[in-house]
């Protein structure tokens, strides 16, 4: 059971705009940055989404964050083949002291 | 480019001490604002933070495993390391170590630990 809820999967089909929640509390997503990770296939995560909003270089603007209030939201625009993955969100939790992740998200590019 | 690759057995026993070191190249454990990380993954599940540590050697662990947790920082070799003790096959997992720095922005490859007899 985590801390943060995402849905376990969507979809969309190739050049759509696809939008993944992640919900938390006022201890983790309520009070702190939120980050999001892909991971594709038999591979590490990657950052895409730091502080809610920002994109680490040579992450492409078709990837977009937004926080409001305990929930998150990750945004793909331009959706491709290769965006088929996992994707992650995680934050800290101040009651917890620890980071904490959701459970993920399974994109499928029709 | 800061490089991170862990190392260890890729088999332990149950009840015995899972332990793991996480090389950094390309950077020094020892200066900047850093925390560096342990997460796991059970196959087929999704990402479990274990703990991290910063740079001056202060820790944070997940409360859950808390009690069974060491992370230590060797700056003469930059590494830090990690150790889990009695463990069981619960504990069986692909372990990352990470850069946390305004989100986890560098990843070792991952090392699979299994818990068997």
């Known amino acids: 059971q985590s801390v943060l809820t995402q849905p376990p999967s969507v979809s969309a089909a190739p050049g759509q705009k696809v939008t993944i929640s992640c919900s938390g509390s006022?201890?983790?997503?309520?009070?702190?940055?939120v980050s999001w990770y892909q991971q594709l296939p038999g591979t590490s995560p990657k950052l895409l989404i730091y502080?809610?909003?920002r994109r680490p270089s040579g992450i492409p603007d078709r990837f977009s964050g937004s926080k409001s209030g305990t929930s998150a939201t990750l945004g793909i625009t331009g959706l491709q083949t290769g965006d088929e993955a996992d994707y992650y969100c995680?934050?800290?939790?101040?009651?917890?002291?620890?980071?904490?992740f959701g459970g993920g998200t399974k994109l499928t590019v029709l | 480019q800061v490089q991170l690759q862990e190392s260890g057995p890729g088999l332990v026993k149950p009840s015995e001490t899972l332990s793991l070191t996480c090389t950094v190249s390309g950077g020094s454990l020892s200066r900047g604002s850093y925390y560096w990380s342990w997460i796991r993954q059970p196959a087929g599940k999704g990402l479990e933070w274990i703990g991290r540590i910063f740079t001056s050697g202060s820790t944070n662990y997940n409360p859950s495993l808390k009690s069974r947790i060491t992370i230590s920082l060797d700056t003469s070799k930059n590494q830090f390391s990690l150790k889990l003790s009695s463990v069981t096959a619960a504990d069986t997992a692909t372990y990352y170590c990470?850069?946390?720095?305004?989100?986890?922005?560098?990843w070792g490859q991952g090392t699979l630990v299994t818990v068997s007899s």
């Open positions: 990470a850069r946390d720095y305004y989100g986890y922005d560098y």
């Open positions: 006022s201890s983790n997503i309520g009070d702190n940055y």
């Open positions: 995680g934050t800290w939790d101040s009651s917890l002291s620890a980071r904490v």
């Open positions: 502080d809610n909003n």
